[in-house]
Every structure is written in C-alpha cells, then in structure tokens.
T-cell receptor, first 116, second 113 residues
Framework: NAGVTQTPKFQVLKTGQSMTLQCAQD?????MSWYRQDPGMGLRLIHY???????DQGEVPNGYNVSRSTTEDFPLRLLSAAPSQTSVYFC???????????????FGSGTRLTVV | AQSVAQPEDQVNVAEGNPLTVKCTYS??????LFWYVQYPNRGLQFLLK??????LVKGSYGFEAEFNKSQTSFHLKKPSALVSDSALYFC???????????FGGGTRVLVKP
C-alpha cells in the first residue's frame, strides 16, 4: 500500500497563477481532507470530503476549490495564487469507522508551496 | 465548534526525565482524541488515539496519554524521554458523530542530552 500520495512535493508560483495539488489514496477511505500548516498556527482545515461527489468547507476555504469525482482522488485547486497561500499543504484520509483502524488519519508527506 | 488548545509552544526536558505535553479540548458530544508527531520536513505520524474505554491509552515509541473527561484534557506522557523524541507534537479532536479533525497549534519538544 502506498497510503496517501501528494504531488508535487515542492512548488513555486507567481502571484495570480493557478495550480492543482494532487492527492491520491489507495486505502478505499471514505473521508479525505486538506490542511495547511503555518508556523505557530498548527494545521487548519481547508476543505474535506466524506465520499465521492460530496465536499464541504473547513476553517479556511477562501481561495481554494476541491472536487471528489472518485474515492481515490481529492485534488486541491488554487484559483489565483497569493503570497498568503505560501504554506505547507497536507492531505489526509481516514476510514469512516475509526475503531476499525489502528492509525486514525493517514497523512501524505506534504507539498511545500511558495507564492512570490 | 470544536477546538484544541496546547498551552505550551515549547517543552524542554533532559534526556531520561519524564515528558508531558499538555492538551485540552472543547467539543459538543463524545470526543475522539489523537496525538501526532512531526519530524522536520516530514508529514504527521500517528502516535495514539482515544476512542472509548480505558482512559489510559498506550501508543507508539513508549508514549501514553490519559483522557480526563471532567478536565477535558488529553495530556501526552513518556516516562523517560530520549533525544530522538525531539519533534513537533500535535493534539487533535473530532466529534464521534462527525468527520472534521481539529488540531491544536502544536508543541515543540526539545530533549537535551
């Protein structure tokens, strides 16, 4: 099992550019989510999905779009990048029934995004 | 709304001494509680979780945590810290009937030889 795979690992964008951060999981998890990590602020939830075709906003959704066309994939789109979106982005997935898993949420290795 | 507080930005401890990282939470409903660890330039690794049952939960690498419902706390502990335990630790909570996982701001642990 590959777990949760995020691409790319690093990206530099110019202000106003758009891009998509990819996230894929091979564990058949229903729940997937995107977080951003900023120094001193922990991880903040951007968007999440409880299954294919279902998405919802987290704490900091502005400037980001998501879709969930398959169980495996949950891409995060930056529509018009801003320097405030410079951050490390993590994708996470989990099974709906946590007491049947040993590891709670499984995280990808992250994408470090810099917007100049 | 659910929230998590980690009151200490950094905890310093000498190798071999006990380590405690504090966490308090606020949710409406039964909480599922988690601890994760992050090493430099790495993703988050699961340490342990409380879902139900025994209030003392044992996890990876000798860590344990105690769920205290009356104090709404879930402090992480290790009896004897190692230099290799130096990392960033995150507490997280979700409601049993919900999906969103909310993280605390993180506590950096520095274990000195």
């Amino acid at each position: 099992n590959a777990g949760v795979t995020q691409t790319p690992k690093f990206q530099v964008l110019k202000t106003g550019q758009s891009m998509t951060l990819q996230c894929a999981q091979d564990m058949n998890h229903e729940y997937m989510s995107w977080y951003r990590q900023d120094p001193g602020m922990g991880l903040r939830l951007i968007h999440y999905s409880v299954g294919a075709g279902i998405t919802d906003q987290g704490e900091v959704p502005n400037g980001y779009n998501v879709s969930r066309s398959t169980t495996e994939d949950f891409p995060l789109r930056l529509l018009s990048a801003a320097p405030s979106q410079t951050s490390v982005y993590f994708c996470a997935s989990s099974s709906e029934t946590l007491d049947r898993t040993n590891y709670g949420y499984t995280f990808g290795s992250g994408t470090r995004l810099t917007v100049v | 709304a659910q929230s998590v507080a980690q009151p200490e930005d950094q905890v310093n401890v000498a190798e071999g001494n006990p380590l405690t990282v504090k966490c308090t939470y606020s949710v409406s409903g039964n909480p599922y509680l988690f601890w994760y660890v992050q090493y430099p330039n790495r993703g988050l690794q699961f340490l342990l979780k409380y879902i139900t049952g025994d209030n003392l939960v044992k996890g990876s690498y000798g860590f344990e945590a105690e769920f205290n419902k009356s104090q709404t706390s879930f402090h992480l502990k290790k009896p004897s810290a190692l230099v290799s335990d130096s990392a960033l630790y995150f507490c997280a909570v979700r409601v049993a009937a919900g999906n969103k996982l909310t993280f605390g701001g993180g506590t950096r642990v520095l274990v000195k030889p």
